[in-house]
Nanobody
Framework: VQLQASGGGLVQAGGSLRLSCAAS????????MGWFRQAPGKQREFVAAMSPGGNTLYGDSVKGRFTISRDNAKNTVYLHMNSLKPEDTGVYYCAAGSEYLPYLPDDYWGQGTLVTVSS
């Protein structure tokens, strides 16, 4: 399975961005798909994940601001980020796995896309 993430960039605080992640290859085994992020000097942090049936999980720091969605036909997951804060800055990694939620996806990883939120 290969994951290709896109959509990162520079945005001002309070702004919005949408990240996309498309899976290709042997996708039949995939269940959960989601996002993690890593800020400079910090450990990787869970952001959001979604099952094929629509169940979702969110990290505490993004609840109410970020929304994850998924197009199963396209094997693509999206992260809609609103009310962005400087502390949301980091490299965002797409992940996918064969486990069902609440187990987080961690079998496959994308290359990461940089999100920078300026104050």
């Amino acid at each position: 399975v290969q994951l290709q993430a896109s959509g990162g960039g520079l945005v001002q605080a309070g702004g919005s961005l949408r990240l996309s992640c498309a899976a290709s290859g042997s996708t039949d085994s995939l269940n959960s798909m989601g996002w993690f992020r890593q800020a400079p000097g910090k450990q990787r942090e869970f952001v959001a994940a979604m099952s094929p049936g629509g169940n979702t999980l969110y990290g505490d720091s993004v609840k109410g601001r970020f929304t994850i969605s998924r197009d199963n036909a396209k094997n693509t997951v999206y992260l809609h980020m609103n009310s962005l804060k400087p502390e949301d800055t980091g490299v965002y990694y797409c992940a996918a796995g064969s486990e069902y939620l609440p187990y987080l996806p961690d079998d496959y990883w994308g290359q990461g896309t940089l999100v920078t939120v300026s104050s």
